[in-house]
């Protein structure tokens, strides 16, 4: 479910107090800024769902969805079942408020194929391009889905294959045999002998869409394109790449993997031979340094660099701040890091910063720095102060869906910067003195990195406008344009004739335009000189200058220095360069080294006239499967409920001398095609009539605030039996005294996030407990030896009615390490009320601080209060508060106590009555947490699961009405515990706690073990 932690799911147990640390909620929102009204657009094989906004732009996609479903249809050799949904959002910033799929989802997905419906969920990227190969990427998922599918009642088999399996698969397919940007990171592997076997390739080290990307191209090109559907038939049958490659291929893994290692060493020596690694010539020449890497920044991302107008610093994206990608400003001479811009990780409302798309520009007076952002759902502009981080502006663009590369104009009053609406990116300029937004191209073509000459009079951009052919779905590569301001004339710089132009930025004296671009196959940094046309190569690196992807912008030039950063990607890693004084003239070059960009892009081991390559012949054929410009048909998009799954049922039966027992049971889960409502219902039966549980749940998402409604039957059975002999008669009876407590609730639900991380909770409804004893008998008369059975129902309580409800606020900004939080807050204040037949009020008070103050220790605090008020807030039906839960209070759980710890155990125990109380608790924990194993932690084995160690003391008391506690005057002390500890989490599915606890207030108990399994608090 999308937001669960926003709604109250579980039926209030009122008769049970659990223990209010364990019960308390918390978690993220998932915020559903805006509320789309969706219709379907119905293709051939697609049912189409988009909203207005977008419909510029899905009249092209699905003309794109139909061409992906003739190509794969074809290689995979296999039809879909039943239509395809496709749901499209009209930027990323939507597509992450989406019900379609379940949990957040992070900046860097460009989009999903889940398996329940076999929906693919995307966001429109504003690059007709990209989209393209996105929407192709996604529907290889679809396809795999259908293929390995086995039923509602089991996960299809692509879901047990690697990521390096199905990713690869769906990259090989959309992109093809060529690719720069891939061919760039084997490349890299392979000068650093860090080429991965195929049986190490799910290693988290390795990229998979990257390395199984170009094992794929390999295995495509020497046994042709086909049996890549084999090997997914074989691998979703047995559920294991390796053996499907050793039947299928003929040969085993190892050797396999030998062989594709040879074939790219052999592939790419000859293009590395004559390259530089960077830092070269700055060690000998001192003109270029190694500048931003992980011994200065302590990351392995150095991305988006932007330098100071003087050149002195330089502002950069990195995960040095272990939690997200944040805007550092660093010395630009020596790459020591100087402080922190933003704090997206723990902000409210900075959701991101497009960190893999856009980067950020300076103020022309050094003192401030702008970048785009999502806040609260929306595009930012955000200014600050490059000294301490202090904003100086925010200025929302409502009118746009996504903002990318702003850039300050000379005078530093506009701002230039790529807009994405309804799924089309152009560019725009906002006038801060005006508060005005000016928009400067309308058109489906993608516009993106614009910057400003040093007069101020154009703008120079990328774009694909130049060989992009919209009715056949042709994409030409991008290139440099320039506008003039005056007349928004647009026109093309002249540059190679291959390969990508992306990143422009203006030499000081506005002569020539440096950029990134691939024409030999290896991403580089060049320099045109606009008034001859010349070109000039001023990086010739081994691996290549890039940033994530092959759009994200890497390159910056000072305005008033000569200086340039760039972004490498070198030993795995991105890191940043510096180039300096004449440096940057570059050497002269020609078209002419577009002759080799097949060799240097190409994946080994290449194609062969034997092994035609199928998937780069279709990529290579626009027409064959493009459907017309035809104008499709559109519906309105109704909800309707499908099952999506089916818990596993089960079914029981048992024989004994009171007859035959049978029990069974089964969930179903079910949602429409958004996901925006959302139904879950269960039934079971454990015995006759009377023991059925069922429940119904239904919850609505189409909102902002999410809303439900849940009615439940929940009966607890339990008994015991005895025999003997009846001594006024003498016959053998057997009896089994059954009782009952049958919950049934009827209640509805109601979460509204203000924001990622604060939300109010409400719930209300009535709740009815029942109670019944009924006995069974059977009895046997030792004269005759007839057997006789009866069954009679005896005196239970009075059913209680009641009222019942919640409000709570919640506040969480937490990140979470390895087996706990680690950072930020978390608070929730909770009110219970309930009237009827017992009338109390029940208040939680739960604050939770966690604090870093050398990484990566954490000091963790957590104060917890609640209690009971009102007429029957003491009353005996109630479970008493207990103290003495793991969750709470360490070294005094009830299972661990023993007689000898009671001075006389026919009387009162008070070493355990002490932890007992019916009106209110107070806990107070601290913990010191140290990551061992991990990604956070010393030893960072990401093959191992995460292990903390860490040390604790914990604090309580509970109290009755008539014993306070001493701290007001009262009779109850205090109970203490500390000790030393181990968490480990077992691959996300539990998370296990061992304790070496000293109870200090059990005397006659002393140190002992505890074993548990629960996150940290």
């Known amino acids: 479910m999308r937001r669960a932690p926003g709604l109250v799911m579980a039926v209030l147990g009122l008769l049970a107090c659990v223990a209010p640390a364990a019960r308390a909620q918390f978690g993220r929102n998932q915020v559903q800024y805006q509320t789309f009204n969706f219709q379907v657009m119905r293709t051939e094989h697609f049912d189409i769902y988009f909203y207005e906004e977008e419909r510029p732009t899905v009249e092209v996609t699905a003309r794109m969805a139909e061409r992906w479903y003739d190509r794969l249809s074809r290689v995979l050799d296999h039809q879909l079942r039943g239509r395809q949904p496709l749901i499209l959002y009209a930027s990323a910033a939507q597509f ?56 509602r009642f089991q996960a299809p088999g692509v879901a047990a294959l690697p990521l390096w399996f199905v990713e690869g698969m769906a990259e090989y397919f959309s992109v093809g045999p060529v690719d720069a940007q891939t061919a760039m990171w084997i490349r890299d592997a392979a000068e650093f002998n860090r080429l991965p076997k195929i049986s190490q390739l799910d290693d988290p080290r390795y990229f998979p869409y990257r390395f199984g990307h170009a094992l794929w191209a390999y295995i495509g090109a020497r046994w042709g394109d086909e049996v890549i559907a084999q090997l997914l038939r074989a691998g979703g049958r047995q559920r294991d790449p390796l053996l499907a490659i050793s039947n299928v291929l003929g040969v085993q893994h190892d050797s396999l993997s030998a062989q594709w290692h040879a074939s790219i060493r052999s ?33 392995e991302l150095s991305l988006g660099p932007a330098l100071s107008p003087d050149g002195s610093r330089v502002v950069f994206l990195s995960e040095r701040g272990l939690f997200s990608v944040e805007a550092f400003v660093a010395d630009a001479a020596t790459g020591r890091v100087q402080r922190r811009l933003t704090r997206t990780a723990t902000d409210p409302h900075v959701e991101s910063l497009l960190f893999i798309y856009s980067a950020g520009s300076w103020h022309p007076d050094g003192d401030q720095f702008v970048y785009g952002a999502t806040v609260r759902g929306r595009p930012a502009l955000e200014v600050v102060r490059t000294g301490n981080g202090e904003r100086v502006r925010r200025v929302r663009l409502p009118d746009l869906d ?6 300050f104009s000379p005078d530093g009053r506009r701002v230039a910067f790529t807009g994405n609406a309804g799924g089309q990116s152009d560019l725009y300029v906002y006038d801060f003195a005006a508060g005005a937004m000016n928009r400067l191209t309308t058109d489906v073509f993608a516009d993106l990195q614009p910057v400003w000459s040093p007069d101020g009079a154009q703008l120079a951009f990328v774009t694909d406008r130049f060989g992009t052919d919209v009715a056949h779905l042709t994409y030409g590569p991008y290139r440099l344009a320039i506008m003039n301001m005056a007349s928004g004339a647009i026109r093309e710089v002249p540059a190679f004739s291959r ?28 320099r045109v000189e606009l008034a001859s046309g010349s070109l000039f190569r001023v990086t010739n690196l081994t691996t290549g200058a890039s940033g994530i992807t092959a759009a994200s912008p890497a390159l910056s030039v000072a305005s008033h220095a000569e200086r340039l950063a760039v972004t490498v990607y070198r030993d795995g890693k991105h890191e940043v360069v510096r180039l300096d004084g004449a440096a940057l003239a570059g050497e002269p070059v020609s078209d ?21 390559s199928r998937v780069a012949s279709y990529l290579a054929d626009a027409r064959t499967g493009l459907p017309a410009q035809d104008t499709f048909p559109v519906v309105n998009y109704s909800p309707r409920f499908g099952l999506d799954y089916v818990a596993q049922p089960y079914l029981a039966a048992s024989v ?18 958004l996901g925006d409502r959302q139904l879950a219902t269960m039934f079971s039966v454990n015995g006759g009539l009377r023991d059925i549980a069922a429940e119904v749940q239904y919850i609505n998402l189409s909102r902002r605030a999410d809303w439900g409604i849940l009615a439940s039957q929940i009966p607890i059975r339990y008994g015991f039996y005895q025999q003997g002999f009846d001594p006024s008669n003498g016959d053998y009876v057997q009896q089994q005294t059954i009782s009952r407590q049958t919950s049934r609730v009827a209640m509805g639900m109601l979460s509204y996030p203000f924001s990622r991380v604060r939300r109010l909770e409400l719930a209300a409804g009535v709740q009815q407990i029942g109670f019944d004893i009924e006995v069974q008998e059977l009895r046997q008369d030792q004269t005759t030896g007839s057997v006789t059975e009866s069954k009679r129902s005896l005196p239970a309580p009075d059913a209680l009615t009641m009222g019942v409800g919640t409000a709570a606020l ?21 009110v219970t009320p309930m009237i009827g037949s017992l009338d109390m009020v029940g208040v939680l008070v739960d604050f939770r601080q966690y604090l870093m103050p050398v990484r990566p220790l954490t000091l963790a605090g957590r104060l917890v209060h609640t209690a009971r008020y009102g007429a029957d807030a003491a009353d005996g039906r109630l479970t008493p508060l207990f103290l003495g839960y793991q969750t709470i209070l360490r070294g005094y759980d009830n299972n661990s106590f023993s007689f000898e710890e009671c001075d006389d155990p026919t009387a009162s125990c008070p070493v355990f009555d002490q932890l007992l109380g019916d009106q209110g608790m107070l806990v107070g924990n601290v913990e010191a947490r140290l990551p061992i194993l991990g990604p956070l932690g010393v030893l960072t084995r990401r093959a191992l699961p995460p292990l903390d160690l ?12 008539g014993e306070q506690p001493a701290f007001l005057g009262g009779t109850r002390n205090t109970v203490v515990s500390y000790g030393v500890g181990a968490r480990v989490n077992l691959f996300g599915f539990i998370i296990g706690e061992l304790a070496y606890v000293n109870p200090v207030d059990r005397p006659r108990k002393g140190w002992w073990f505890q074993l548990g399994f629960t996150p940290g608090f």
């Open 402 to 407: 996504e903002v990318f590369n702003p850039a």
């Open 96 to 151: 992450q408020q989406t019900n379609a799929i379940s949990g957040g989802i992070g900046e860097g997905t460009g989009g999903v194929t889940e398996g329940f419906k076999r929906r693919i969920v995307m966001p429109l990227t504003g690059s007709l391009a990209e989209t393209d190969h996105v929407l192709g990427h996604e529907l290889v998922h679809a396809f795999q889905y259908d293929i390995t599918g086995m039923g």
């Open 810 to 830: 919640v506040f969480d900004n937490s990140l979470f390490g390895g087996t706990g939080p680690v950072l930020g807050r978390r608070w929730r204040l909770e």
């Open 950 to 961: 860490f040390a604790f003391s914990d604090a309580g008391v509970v109290w009755s009405r």
């Open 592 to 612: 002419t080294i577009t002759a080799q960009r097949t060799a240097a892009a190409t994946l080994p081991p290449g194609t062969t006239p034997s092994t035609p």
């Open 656 to 673: 004994s001398s009171f007859g035959t027992f049978v029990g069974g049971g089964v969930t179903m889960y079910w949602s429409s095609m």
């Open 267 to 299: 592939a790419t020596g000859p293009v590395t031979a004559e390259r530089q690694a960077p830092g070269d010539t700055g060690a000998a020449g001192g003109r270029q340094f190694n500048l931003l890497n992980k011994r200065t920044t302590g990351g």
């Open 499 to 526: 390969g990508k132009h992306i990143n422009p930025q203006w030499s000081p004296d506005g002569r020539s335009l440096f950029f990134l671009g691939d024409p030999d196959g290896v991403p580089n940094v060049y």
